[in-house]
């Protein structure tokens, strides 16, 4: 089977769509949405409905989609101004799907979640080593996927105690390990801060047991022009053209 991982869309509905065009053009056979589905950006009512559309896409909860669904969750002024704007936008079908979602996904032993994996709701970061140490031993996972810090990242634990961190550029291609264990973040489609503007995704082959990651060239301007249109603070159409 062949899984397309993506996290992080933050309502770019032109991220999204060349993402899954790029994606769908690999014999992809199954996509997990890794969660924030919105904020920051102006398509949420889209990026939704094009989700709901795929036949086989379950999708975690992130934190800016709790935090419209008023689930708690520390954010910046401007990030809360986006929520508010989008829960506002968003219908009550559309609220019921965000509510829907699971806070993991577990698959035999892989695992798919937003932040981490023992404590999803807490949103931690697993690109600090406290983090990383801790979702390897509070987890079973032998490959975990996450999002959340919108950079993508390979990381492999060895004999246990040497963690090895790798950033992956774009047709990069990650060998699954057979004895190791791995978490693997998929960057974000929708609002990349790596310093690199391109929507980043993975795809995950469990024949051969690679991973597969991928950065996609979309509008940008038209995805920026629209955050503007909506009244939406400026640092989220200028944070698309930097990257960061
Ligand atoms: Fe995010």
């Given at each position: 089977?062949?899984?397309?991982?993506?996290?992080?869309?933050?309502?770019?509905?032109?991220?999204?769509?060349?993402?899954?065009?790029?994606?769908?053009?690999?014999?992809?056979?199954?996509?997990?949405?890794?969660?924030?589905?919105?904020?920051?950006?102006?398509?949420?009512?889209?990026?939704?409905?094009?989700?709901?559309?795929?036949?086989?896409?379950?999708?975690?909860?992130?934190?800016?989609?709790?935090?419209?669904?008023?689930?708690?969750?520390?954010?910046?002024?401007?990030?809360?101004?986006?929520?508010?704007?989008?829960?506002?936008?968003?219908?009550?079908?559309?609220?019921?799907?965000?509510?829907?979602?699971?806070?993991?996904?577990?698959?035999?032993?892989?695992?798919?979640?937003?932040?981490?994996?023992?404590?999803?709701?807490?949103?931690?970061?697993?690109?600090?080593?406290?983090?990383?140490?801790?979702?390897?031993?509070?987890?079973?996972?032998?490959?975990?996927?996450?999002?959340?810090?919108?950079?993508p990242v390979a990381?492999?634990?060895?004999?246990?105690?040497?963690?090895?961190?790798r950033s992956p550029e774009h047709s990069m291609i990650v060998p699954a390990?057979?004895?190791?264990?791995?978490?693997f973040n998929c960057g974000?489609?929708?609002?990349?801060?790596d310093?690199d503007?391109r929507?980043s995704y993975l795809i995950?082959?469990?024949?051969?047991?690679v991973v597969e990651f991928y950065r996609?060239?979309?509008?940008?301007?038209?995805?920026?022009?629209?955050?503007?249109?909506?009244?939406?603070?400026?640092?989220?159409?200028?944070?698309?053209?930097?990257?960061?």
């Amino acid at each position: 089977m062949r899984i397309a991982v993506f996290s992080d869309i933050h309502s770019n509905l032109e991220a999204l769509e060349a993402v899954l065009k790029h994606a769908g053009k690999r014999g992809v056979d199954q996509y997990v949405c890794l969660g924030d589905i919105v904020g920051y950006g102006a398509s949420p009512v889209e990026c939704i409905a094009f989700l709901q559309s795929l036949p086989e896409c379950p999708c975690v909860l992130g934190n800016h989609d709790a935090a419209v669904l008023g689930i708690p969750s520390s954010m910046k002024p401007d990030a809360r101004k986006v929520i508010e704007w989008t829960r506002d936008s968003l219908s009550v079908s559309a609220l019921n799907y965000l509510q829907k979602m699971e806070d993991t996904i577990k698959w035999g032993d892989i695992t798919f979640c937003h932040s981490n994996p023992y404590r999803p709701r807490h949103w931690y970061y697993v690109s600090e080593k406290t983090y990383i140490s801790s979702s390897f031993a509070r987890s079973r996972a032998k490959i975990l996927f996450v999002g959340h810090t919108h950079v993508p990242v390979a990381i492999t634990r060895k004999n246990f105690f040497c963690i090895y961190i790798r950033s992956p550029e774009h047709s990069m291609i990650v060998p699954a390990a057979e004895l190791n264990r791995q978490i693997f973040n998929c960057g974000s489609v929708g609002q990349p801060r790596d310093g690199d503007s391109r929507a980043s995704y993975l795809i995950y082959d469990d024949r051969s047991s690679v991973v597969e990651f991928y950065r996609i060239e979309y509008d940008i301007l038209r995805a920026a022009e629209k955050i503007l249109a909506a009244g939406l603070p400026e640092i989220y159409a200028r944070r698309l053209k930097n990257g960061l």
